[in-house]
């Protein structure tokens, strides 16, 4: 067996720990790993992923994290902004508790008028439902309404109107009325939200509720300057059995880290424990025609916009870095040898497979007008000619590497048929339709005796296909070599 050969580099020694000088009798020396470009180019987008993800976690973190009014008058919610407290106070007292998210499902829970139920985002619901809980109250029931504004009002069709809305939420408000309730609690803070004022002219085109009068509590004239004046406690009684309307501006008073403030927890207490059950709902579905206009859209929250608007700058980043504009077309040879017959059976097969008969006899017949000018001393590529016979763009089809195109400039039809006429002793009538088809050249040809025919060419079969490929060789081994 012969040893293998040794194809290492010649070196001063085998297994020299240094590399010797650059020359003949020294080792080659090759850098190991990334070229330095590809490695800078790899360090850089490593640091502006490591960049994009900082920004989205700072984004995440600052907008997109949980939100307080999640919680806001949540009965279950332990933390500032929740409702445990005055909940534990109401159970303390014997009154059932129940929390719901639906105000259609807490109406149609049981048939009893003895109930009081809060509502937290009435604006939600559409007029029935508002309705609905109207005729709880007329019933017997009372119904207290957190922050409602005029579309509630006037879906109501209450003689009360919306004058504005205060920002002194922490402010201490005097009761300055003579309802039991607000007497016992006296001074109350985080109520002035929404203000509310007498409206001598409600809606008429909606049937009148049972309101034999309201009286309106906690006025906030001359609480901030600039402000609108009004009420920001509205009760108002419904029917004969006791039940009543409780409109609030503000639902500020009764969250955990207000409710030991002043008289909140009094007023609280005061409004909601006359039956024996509260029905504690946080309207979280929008009715398909809610009285505020709010929908699905609307409840989306922030954090949804904001991972929206991330997603979209992360989108457009990546299609600036990926869209980037490509250089000119590099010319590059072909990476194997593809033999003329290969070629021309696969684009036979194209042809095939596309039911292209025209295209592939205009193909022949271009590649043979091709020859036959080649042969005969004519030039391949002759002006172009318009349709009117002077220079133009209409020009004759003819083969090019890929494709049969529409050249500039084909051989002259008249000079090629004559010469191939002359060449086989063929009329040059019999000839023109062979090369150019039955629709002939697109220009007259004075010399054949009649000008060129404008008829279409009939579609072709396969059989007629094959007739023509016989007819155009029968021309070709006619006209002969050079």
Known sequence: MTAPTDLRPAGPAAGAGAPGPAGSGGPTFRRSGPRPARARRGAVLIAIFLALVLIYSVLAAAIGGPSDSDEYLDTAAPT????????????????DVRAGTDARTALLRDDSADRTMVVIRPGRLDRFDLRALADLATDGGDVVLVEPEQPVLASLGLPVTETGYSSGTGAELSPDCALPDPETAGTVTHLAGVLYAPDSSPPSDLDPLPISSATYCYPTAGLLPGEADGHSLVVIPLGNRGGRLVLLGDGGFLINANLAEAGNAALAIGLLDNHATVDWVIQE?????????????????????????QVGIAVVLLALW????????????????????????GRGRLYAAARARGLAAEALRAGLRARLADRLGIPVHGPARSRAGGPGADAIGTVRPGAVAREIGGPDPQTLVLSVSEQTGRPAQEILPLLYGAGGPAHPTPSFGAPAVTSAEPELDDAALIRLAEQLDELDRQVGGK
């Not at 990926?322 to 059976?345: D, I, K, N, S, Y």
């Open 80 to 95: 500032e902004v929740g409702a445990m407290a005055i909940a534990e106070l109401l159970r303390h007292r014997q009154i």
């Open 322 to 345: 990926r869209g980037r504009r490509l250089g000119p077309p590099v010319p590059e040879p072909l990476p194997v040898v593809v033999r003329a017959a290969e070629t021309t059976e």
């Open 285 to 309: 579905r929008a009715s398909e025609d809610a009285v505020d206009g709010s929908g699905p859209v609307e409840l989306l929250g922030p954090a949804f916009w904001a991972t929206l608007a």
